[in-house]
């Protein structure tokens, strides 16, 4: 694949990775066990949301590794920060400000609903260093944003004790060599499963701890996405690892399912918000299971995408586009429509459809009107495209 080759299979991974997680919080609301629960529950969703929070993230992290390098290439170090702090780090600190005090509304309004005098306890279970800073759903911009200065902070002394790429290119070759032989994804597992296995606070259910809250992101997290950040560096190195997921991804999948059934039978298919008492055995193989199921979930629908999804898309490419606003502004609106249908007499599967059909609706229309072709399009995207240009195939050809 030549330089300015457009990955349209990898847009289409991100942007699945991105709308994954709406869904992933639209049906939080009617688990059994969540604290707030907007009427009938459902198990079956705890089972959907365990097997998304399995993947969805490190999927993200594997795909923005990819795209830093290429970007990287494109415009070096200075003009690369430059490029991450406009497109990750404003807009970060724009939700931050404007979308993440709106999500206090429909929580107040469901607690008042359901009666609640004190609020449940919503502290994350990791120790958290420094001021506590709630990241709430924007903390995967805050970590990426710390990956990018650790990655450029790396390369930077990789560079000058390796000025010949001698040692990048060994290690580029290795990590072909460990997906050749399918076992990449055992070598990544046990780090991992080794910090997840020795944080005494690890709430298992929940699997990676996400770092919402604090400006110290909590070691397994850190782990997790640095090394899947790391991982999707070097497969833009060497990209021939791209086809080698396409020729496996059906395996990949096999040894997903596998190991997400193995997880479930250890810490049960009805979610659990707090640590679960298990042996040090159950807790090793629960750890080891959860985490080749994320890295084997994640190369199965990186190879089903280059498979299937290489060619280029104009809806896809639209979708690429708009799944970073989407996601931006979401919880507000998934939160208060939770809320407003709290004492509707349906059954969860009712409200869940209209909720994620009218969230659907008012995002696509809103990135559609108000940010595409406004100065908010190229405040996220890096361009902002007039309401009547019509999008073909050579433009879809066209590089980021």
């Excluded at 060619?311 to 502004?329: F, G, K, Q, T, V």
């Amino acid at each position: 694949m030549s330089a300015e080759e457009r990955f349209h299979s990898l847009d289409a991974v991100r942007a699945c990775a991105l709308l994954a997680g709406i869904v992933l919080h639209a049906i939080m609301g009617y688990m059994p066990g969540w604290p707030f629960t907007y009427g009938s529950t459902s198990t079956g969703l705890g089972v959907l949301y365990f097997v998304i929070h399995i993947f969805r993230m490190a999927l993200f992290f594997i795909i923005a590794g990819f795209f830093a390098r290429l970007l990287h290439q494109r415009l070096g170090t200075k003009n690369f920060i430059k490029n991450r702090l406009k497109r990750i780090g404003l807009p970060f600190i724009a939700a931050f400000f404007f979308i993440m005090p709106l999500t206090i509304i429909p929580i107040i309004w469901s607690v008042r609903q359901l009666g609640i005098q004190s609020p449940p306890n919503m502290q994350p279970p990791f120790p958290i260093i420094g001021p506590p800073v709630p990241m709430g759903h924007l903390w995967f911009l805050y970590v990426l944003l710390v990956i990018y200065m650790l990655a450029m902070g790396l390369r930077t002394i990789v560079e000058r004790f390796d000025p010949e790429q001698t040692l990048r290119n060994k290690m580029s070759g290795l990590v072909e060599s460990l997906i050749k032989t399918r076992i990449a994804v055992f070598v990544l597992t046990a780090p991992l499963a080794i910090s997840l296995f020795t944080s005494p606070w690890w709430i298992q259910w929940q699997g990676i701890p996400s770092p919402i809250m604090g400006l110290v992101p909590n070691f397994p997290a850190l782990l997790a996405y640095g090394s899947a950040f790391l991982m999707g560096w070097f497969i833009h190195r060497q990209q021939n690892c791209l086809r080698l997921f396409a020729a496996d991804w059906f395996l990949y999948f096999a040894f997903a399912l596998l190991a997400t059934v193995v997880a479930l039978y250890i810490g049960g298919i009805t979610p659990k918000f707090v640590a679960i008492a298990l042996s040090d055995r159950e807790r090793a193989i629960f750890a080891i299971a959860y985490v080749v199921a994320q890295w084997c979930w994640a190369f199965a629908m990186i190879g089903l995408a280059v498979r299937y999804l290489s060619a280029p898309s104009a809806r896809w490419r639209y979708l690429a586009d708009a799944s970073y606003w989407m996601y931006l502004i979401h919880l507000p609106i998934v939160w208060l429509l939770q809320a407003w249908m709290l004492r509707w007499p349906l059954h969860w599967s009712i409200k869940l459809s209209l909720i994620l059909t009218i969230t659907s609706l008012v995002l696509i229309a809103s990135y559609h009107y108000l940010v595409r072709p406004t100065f908010l399009g190229k405040f996220l995207n890096g361009k902002k495209y007039p309401r009547a240009k019509h999008v073909d195939q050579s433009e879809l050809s066209k590089n980021n």
